[in-house]
């Protein structure tokens, strides 16, 4: 157990809905990480907050949007769904703000079917 | 751009059989190093890293070696287990740069 939590395991929506991923990071850790896994585009990495703050920017899209709160759990929002957004969400966390050698704990991500 | 390249899967073992699993990488930098093993429905886990050329990470059996010279962190296991079965991710990432670059894994499956 890694101890990042992410809910729900699995999500079944259909095209134009909007859904969010919840993710709760290790006691202690500051940044949360999301990441999306799919068999075409491999893990690619798409938002990371540190404290609250959006510290760094990868393949996300606009229709997609991210946010940490004050606890430090952090949401993903998806809105207008197509169906190549049918993929596997991964939550990560570490402790400080993403030294290059850091370890990152991922949860056991988020599965979502857009039909 | 930055990027991990890996061989293709699925590698499929017998038990005991030695296991390599190539990967190299481009970078601009100078890259800190990582394999992530996932086990079926579970999220990645740190499997070993190696930080400056030269070093050779290792867990559970495991070793990587930074090879500056190659660019490549190939991952090595001498005995594998049927319960190594899984997918193995090499990634990379850089000073200043806080996310990691992944490669797109290989799967491996040992029989017994």
């Known amino acids: 157990d890694s101890g990042v939590t992410q809910t729900p395991k699995h999500l079944i929506t259909a095209t134009g809905q909007r859904v969010t991923l919840r993710c709760s990071p290790r006691?202690?850790?500051?940044?949360v990480y999301w990441y999306q896994q799919s068999l075409d585009q491999g893990l690619q990495f798409l938002i990371q907050?540190?404290?609250?703050?959006?510290?760094a920017k990868g393949n996300i899209l606009e229709r997609f949007s991210a946010q940490q709160f004050p606890d430090l759990h952090s949401e993903l929002n998806l809105s207008s769904l197509e169906l190549g957004d049918s993929a596997l969400y991964f939550c990560?966390?570490?402790?400080?703000?993403?030294?290059?050698?850091?370890?990152?704990?991922f949860g056991s991500g988020t599965q979502l079917s857009v039909l | 751009g930055n990027s991990v390249t890996q061989m293709e899967g699925p590698v499929t073992l017998s038990e005991e059989a030695f296991l390599t699993i190539n990967c190299t990488y481009t970078?601009?930098?100078?890259?800190?190093l990582f394999w992530y093993v996932q086990y079926p429905g579970e999220g990645l886990q740190l499997l070993l890293k190696?930080?400056?050329?030269?070093d050779k990470g290792s867990n559970k059996g495991f070793e990587a070696t930074y090879r500056k010279e190659t660019t490549s962190f190939h991952l090595e296991k001498g005995s594998v287990q049927v319960s190594d079965s899984a997918v193995y991710f090499c990634?990379?990432?850089?000073?200043?740069?806080?996310?990691?670059?992944f490669g797109s894994g290989t799967r491996l499956q040992v029989q017994p």
């Open positions: 006691s202690g850790d500051l940044s």
């Open positions: 907050y540190y404290n609250g703050e959006e510290r």
């Open positions: 990634a990379l990432a850089l000073t200043g740069r806080r996310a990691l670059t």
């Open positions: 970078a601009t930098g100078y890259p800190s």
């Open positions: 190696a930080t400056k050329a030269d």
């Open positions: 990560a966390s570490s402790v400080a703000q993403g030294e290059s050698n850091e370890k990152l704990f």
